[in-house]
């Protein structure tokens, strides 16, 4: 791909225009989305997720600041709706964020949580196919906790980032939540905390527990991205923790050079398989939307709430439910495309 390929950075508004009309499902933008889509494969997606009150909207602001300094432009898109990113934090950090949202170089959006979990991933994918089709060297993908909604957006990005904090109640709720099967780095902000030393430690520990032995093997399904276990093994990335303050700047630059070699390394051969998972993952959600849509419009109104009245009298188990209605469907039909 020539330099000639990538689209004409296009302005702030214009892009949110788009990406309003690609969560939409607005048929014009999903249209530029599929002309866009292989001009895109050259920005570096990195996702930074992490529990509540671990600062991950200040270390990604940081980050973006030190990615500035070094000329790449950047874009954030936030899935967390407390982060500054979406307006829903306290006015002194809205005003620290404030330099970020007036920058060219930097574009800003955040998303709502809709639920579905496969919803908030498709979504996301797009966004970030046209920022990175837009010409942003860096997109910050960041969510918040470590719940099934956050591994699928995770799958998203080719880095992703996990942060945690001393004196949350738990000093390691990563561990908890097996987020650990997801991190490519993992940073303990809020370093000069009590008690982050025992945070860095305990996580330390837990990756090398966590990590089998050399000629371990798993078979984890289609898709399936343990990247503790992969990238120490399978492709020799060791999981780096690293502390970090990030409201004084103290550590950001070792997390930017982590992302940064992680690059170097996934650019080694290691990224194939994965963006090949990732494609297939992505594959497959789709797949599912689309054949969902399809039994949606076949099946009848009135059989569908009967069953769920069957299901709510307790007559009829779920299962059986979704069986009736699968065994409704017309065998042998002329189907049309589902947009």
Known sequence: MTDDARPTQPSKRDLARLITGIENGEPNALRTLREWYGR?????????????????????????????????????VSVDPS?????????????????????EGVFIRSMANRGAPGGIARSTADIAAALDA??????FIETVGAGQAEVEVARVAETIVVVEA??????????????????????VNKADREGAERTASALQAALDLATPSAGAT???????????????????WRVPVLKTIATEGNGVEDVLDAIARHRRHLSQGAGAQ??????????????????????????????????????????????????????????????????
């Open 40 to 76: 895109a494969g050259r920005a570096h997606i990195v996702g930074v997720t992490g529990a509540p009150g671990s600062g991950k909207s200040t270390l990604v602001a940081a980050l973006t600041r030190l990615a500035r300094s070094r000329g790449q432009t950047v874009a954030i």
């Open 274 to 339: 994965r963006r090949a998972q990732r494609l297939e993952h992505e594959v497959m959600i789709r797949l599912r939307d689309l054949l969902l849509k399809r039994a949606l419009q076949q099946i009848e109104p009135a059989r569908y709430r009967a069953l769920i009245e069957a299901c709510v009298a307790r007559e009829l188990h779920p299962q059986d439910a979704a069986q009736a209605l699968l065994n409704a469907l017309p065998r042998e039909a002329d189907h049309a495309p589902v947009e």
């Open 83 to 103: 982060s500054p990113f979406t307006g829903g934090a306290i006015l002194g950090d809205r005003i620290r964020m404030r330099e970020l949202f007036e920058d």
């Open 218 to 236: 798993g078979h984890h399904g289609p898709g399936a991205l343990h990247r503790a276990e992969a990238t120490a093994n399978a492709t020799g």
């Open 134 to 139: 837009a010409g942003y060297d860096l997109i």
């Open 166 to 187: 001393p004196g949350l109640g738990d000093d390691i709720q990563a561990i908890k939540a097996g987020i650990l099967e997801i991190a490519d780095i993992l940073v």
